[in-house]
C-alpha cells in the first residue's frame, strides 16, 4: 500500500503545480487588463470648446424656378463585403438591387443648390466633403440609410467596427464619382419648373422601436416641367432594414425599391429621404419585405394629392454650423469602460456638424446629421420653424433623444453617444436656420 501512494502523490503535487502555474497566469492576465483599461481610459479628450452656432452660408431668392435631375449607377467593384452591421459581415459578389447617385439641382433667380443622395448607410464629413470639392454652388449629400450597402467608405475607427468593415480609398472613391457625375448631369439639364407639395399619414407602415409615437408623415416635393416630371422628393420614416441580414448581394432595401418602381416609364428621378426615423421601423406583419413596403408606398405617393405653388416661387437655403458637446459612453458601455470608450469616440466622432435650412414656396425643411427620435425631431422642427426635418444630411453624428430622454435612459438614449445636452446645441443651431429661411419683410 506505502509503495502504491507513489504515484498518486506525484500526481497531486503536478496538480497543484498546474493549478499554481493557472493562477499565475490569470493573475498576470488580470493585472495586464486592468492595467490596460487603465491606460485607454487615462483622458485623451479634454474638453472640447463651445462655440455658439454661426451661419455660414446663406441665400434669398424669388423668381422662375429651374430644376435638374440626374441618376448615376454606384460601380461597386466585387467581391465586396456588405456594409450596415457589426461583424461578422457577408461577402457578396453581386448586387440583388440597383445602387445609385442621384442628383436634384434647384435654381431660383439664377441662384442654384444641389442635393446628392447616396444608396448608402451614412455620410461620412470626409465623404462629403470629397463629393463637395470643388462644386461652384452649395452641394448637400444624404444617405438612404440602407443597411445592406456599399462597405469601407467611412475611415473613423469606430464606423468601420460597427458598421461598414476596413476603410479603402477605392470603396470611397466609387461613392464620390457616381454623386460627382450625377450632380455635373443635373447642372447640365436643367429646365423650368413648377413645384408642388403635398402632405398625408400612412397607416400600416411603420412602428414604434420605441416610445408611444412614430413619424408617420409622407411629404411629395414634385418638379415638373413642361414636357413632363422632373423630380420628386419624398420624406418618408423607417429605418432600412427589411433586407436579409447576411443577403445574397447587396440590397437598396425599400427606399431604393421604390424609388425605381416611381422612376419607370419616364417617371421622376426620385430621392427617398429619412425624417425623423430614430425611433420608427416597418410594422414586419403586415410588411415582411422591402418590396412589400415598396408595393405599399408606390400606391400611397402616386395617390397623395399635391398643390401647386405659386409663382414667381419665393425660396431660401443657409448653412448654419454647431459645435457639439465631448461625447458621452456612459449610455453605451459598463461604467468601467466608458472613459475608453469616451477616448474612442473623442477620436472618431464630429465635433462640429453643419446644419441647413431650405424654403421653397410653402415647403420649409431642416437638415440635419443625425438620427433623432420623433420626440427630438419635433423640438428640432418646432426651433426651425419648418414644416419637416431631413435626418442622415452632410454628416453623421448618431442618435439624438429629447434631454430627458437622454437622462433617464430611455427611448432611443442608449444608441446615443453624445451627452443629453445634445439636443440643445443642435436646438440652438435650427433656430438660427430657422430665422435665415424667414421671408424678408415687404
Known sequence: MRGSAGPFVFFCYRLDAVKKRLLIAGGLLAALVVAAVAYLSVDRCGAWPHKAPALTQVAQSQGELKVGAAKVALQVPFPTTVGGYGPPRASVTRALTPLAARALVIELGGQRMAVVLLDALLVPPQ????????QKWPTW?????????PSGYDPRLASELAALGSFSPDAQ?????????????AHAHVLPARLELGEVRSQGVSVARSGPDVDRRVTKLRFDAASG??????????????????????HADWPGLLAE???????????VLQGAGGNASIDRQLLPTPEAVAEKLEALVRALPTAPQAEPLSGAWNEVRVSLPR???????????????????CDDAEDVVVLHGLRLGEARLLWVPVEPSLPAGLVLEEQARVTRLVSLADGYAGYVETTEAARAGTGEAH????????????????????????????
Not at 127 to 134: C, H, P, S, V
Not at 173 to 185: P, W, Y
Open 229 to 250: 416630371p422632373v423630380a420628386q422628393v419624398l420624406i418618408l420614416s423607417a429605418h432600412p432594414t427589411l433586407a436579409a441580414r447576411k443577403p445574397e448581394g447587396l
Open 141 to 149: 449629400v444624404v444617405a438612404t440609410h440602407t443597411h445592406t450597402g
Open 173 to 185: 472613391q466609387v461613392l464620390v464619382t457616381a454623386a460627382r457625375q450625377a450632380l455635373e448631369e
Open 415 to 442: 444608441r446615443q453617444y453624445f451627452p443629453p445636452a445634445l439636443l440643445g446645441e443642435l436646438a440652438s443651431g435650427a433656430k438660427l436656420v430657422g430665422d435665415a429661411l424667414q421671408e424678408p419683410a415687404r
Open 261 to 271: 418602381r416611381l422612376e419607370r416609364d419616364q417617371g421622376p428621378v426620385t430621392l
Open 127 to 134: 465623404l462629403r466633403d470629397a463629393i463637395g470639392e470643388g
Open 327 to 345: 461625447p458621452d459612453a456612459s449610455r453605451l458601455v459598463p461604467s468601467l469602460l466608458a472613459a475608453a470608450a469616451e477616448n474612442a469616440l
